[in-house]
């Protein structure tokens, strides 16, 4: 310890000696500088390094996620009593204020809301049940209809596991296409024995039905011209009337029967090959069920004075 004392004083001892020379040396401002650097070399001898400064920013951070956790906590319980009042003034506010086109705001007078129970409209019970009848009719429809399509498929079964038959259903009705090749000779009109029977007992199964049905007559493009039968059309329209004579015949009401015949017309398949003509030598019956119904405006009658009403797309021969 002595000797680390007296090493002390020496070095102590030297520094001053070399001070008041340096002072003599250089005079008074040098002086003054190398003073403030000697001050500030014993201070940074003296100060040691602080190794815990990354504390202060752990205790920021920290702090920081203590009020994140604590506002999500305050926005999961809200409060339901003060979000609707918060909820009704602002509905309230906006409701109160418009904005003309000049874009300034105009207040208006709120309007009291009424507090007791709004009265509910009035329902029109006719109304109400003419629809309910409608509808009560229009499923009824839809189940004599499937039934019918059931038993026609039943009669014509053994030609159409054949496939000279073919039955579907629509939104219109049924639809039955029969081949020509079982019902008529080749340029004929005339049905055949085991045509009538098969047709006669589909007429048996439309009979107790109430809605209307079209026979149409289609032939393929290859011509024809026979003192009978000049084109395709006649023999089209000859062979949809043949069936319909036998549907009158067997107690389909005549009222409810169409023929039509479209001769090449209305093919189903090209007529390149001896099958697609043979597709589309055919007899289609039409049971217009009418499933879905419209709610067609009221008929107004015409009066042969009015030439404009006349005119119109709407306006039909017999309504005058």
Do not use: C
């Not at 506010?93 to 105009?106: D, H, K, L």
């Not at 004599?144 to 596991?161: H, Q, T």
């Amino acid at each position: 310890m002595a000797i680390a004392g007296a090493q002390g004083g020496g070095v102590r001892a030297v520094t001053g000696v070399w001070v008041a020379w340096r002072l003599r040396v250089t005079g008074g401002d040098a002086a003054q500088g190398l003073e403030a650097e000697m001050a500030r070399r014993r201070k940074d001898a003296d100060e040691h390094e602080n190794h815990e400064r990354w504390l202060v920013s752990y205790a920021d951070f920290i702090t920081l996620l203590f009020a994140f956790f604590v506002v999500m906590y305050s926005l999961s319980s809200v409060n339901e009593g003060k979000y609707r009042v918060l909820s009704d003034s602002l509905v309230q506010a906006f409701r109160s204020v418009s904005v003309n086109e000049s874009g300034t705001q105009i207040v208006v007078q709120q309007v009291a809301m009424p507090t007791g129970p709004i009265p509910m409209p009035k329902v029109d019970r006719a109304k109400q049940a003419a629809e309910q009848a409608r509808q009560q009719a229009r499923d009824e429809a839809v189940k004599k209809v499937r039934s019918m399509a059931e038993e026609i498929r039943r009669v014509l079964k053994p030609l159409s596991d054949g496939g000279q038959v073919l039955v579907t259903e629509g939104a219109n009705g049924i639809k039955v296409e029969i081949n020509a090749e079982v019902l008529f000779a080749p340029g004929e009109a005339l049905l055949g024995a085991p045509a009538v029977s098969a047709l006669s007992a589909v007429a048996q199964v439309l009979a107790g039905s109430e809605f209307p049905i079209v026979i149409e007559g289609h032939t393929d493009n290859v011509p024809i011209s026979t003192y009978r039968f000049p084109s395709n059309w006649e023999l089209s329209a000859v062979r949809a009337s043949s069936v319909v004579r036998l549907f009158v015949n067997a107690g389909v009401a005549p009222a409810r029967l169409t023929a039509a015949g479209y001769g090449d017309q209305r093919p189903v398949a090209d007529n390149e090959t001896p099958e697609s003509r043979s597709r589309n030598r055919r007899v289609t019956l039409l049971i217009e069920s009418m499933l879905v119904e419209e709610d067609l405006p009221p008929v107004v009658p015409l009066r042969r004075d009015d030439a404009i009403q006349t005119i119109l797309p709407d306006a039909t021969e017999n309504r005058l």
